[in-house]
Structures are given as structure tokens and as C-alpha cells.
């Protein structure tokens, strides 16, 4: 069954940076689409990010510009660099892959990012 674990997730100060990374076990999702979805309390789970197999990249408009998805397939792992943070970014992120990157159907179990203003 396969597993993704997210981590790098944390508390930060408005402006900073932080970097997520999402990694596989119990299989591998190479040759698939990875994504980054976020989720803040008392609100619905939020697109972030999105990596195609050929590495076509897509953006939700609330972070574009400041996160940037890239994947290493050597390493078999997906990164979210997320610059100039601000509290409205605060939400537990979850990596996902699937047929598409909006069409998830394996998730991870989310790590915490905290932006304090």
C-alpha cells in the first residue's frame, strides 16, 4: 500500500521560508502527478501546488509567486519551497498523488505549518 509522508512543516514568522518535502513508501509514485493541498481549521481543504511526471508545474492563486513544487525523481521525492510566508498560509499541508493532480486518491498525513504575524 502505498504511503506518503510528509515533513518539514513548523512554526515560523511572517516572511520566512520553510521547504515541505513528500515521500513515498510502500511503493513509489514516479510516472504520476504529485500535489500539495492545504488545509486551515474550519475550512475546506485548499489546492496548492501541483507537479506533473514531466514536471509541468501549477499554482493555486493564493501562492503564486511565492511557493514554488519541484520533484526529484532520483531521490523520489516532491518539495514545496515556500517563500515570503504569511499567516494566512497557517494550515496543516497534505501531499497527495493520483491520476491527476486535482484527482487524489492517496494522501499523507499532513504536517503543520504555523505563520505567526
Known amino acids: 500500500q502505498l504511503r506518503l509522508n510528509e515533513s518539514g512543516g513548523g512554526l515560523v514568522q511572517a516572511g520566512d521560508s520553510l521547504r515541505l518535502s513528500c515521500v513515498p513508501s510502500g511503493g513509489h509514485f514516479s510516472g504520476s502527478p504529485v500535489a500539495w493541498y492545504r488545509q486551515a481549521p474550519g475550512k475546506q481543504r485548499e489546492y496548492v501546488a501541483g507537479?506533473?511526471?514531466?514536471?509541468?508545474?501549477s499554482y493555486g492563486d493564493s501562492v503564486k509567486g511565492r511557493f514554488t513544487i519541484s520533484r526529484d525523481d532520483v531521490k523520489h521525492t516532491v518539495y514545496l519551497q515556500m517563500n515570503s510566508l504569511k499567516p494566512e498560509d497557517t494550515a496543516v499541508y497534505y501531499c497527495?498523488?493520483?491520476?491527476?493532480?486535482?484527482?487524489?486518491?492517496?494522501w499523507g498525513s499532513g504536517t503543520p505549518v504555523t505563520v505567526s504575524s
Open positions: 507537479i506533473t511526471s514531466t514536471h509541468n508545474t
Open positions: 497527495g498523488t493520483g491520476p491527476g493532480t486535482r484527482y487524489i486518491n492517496y
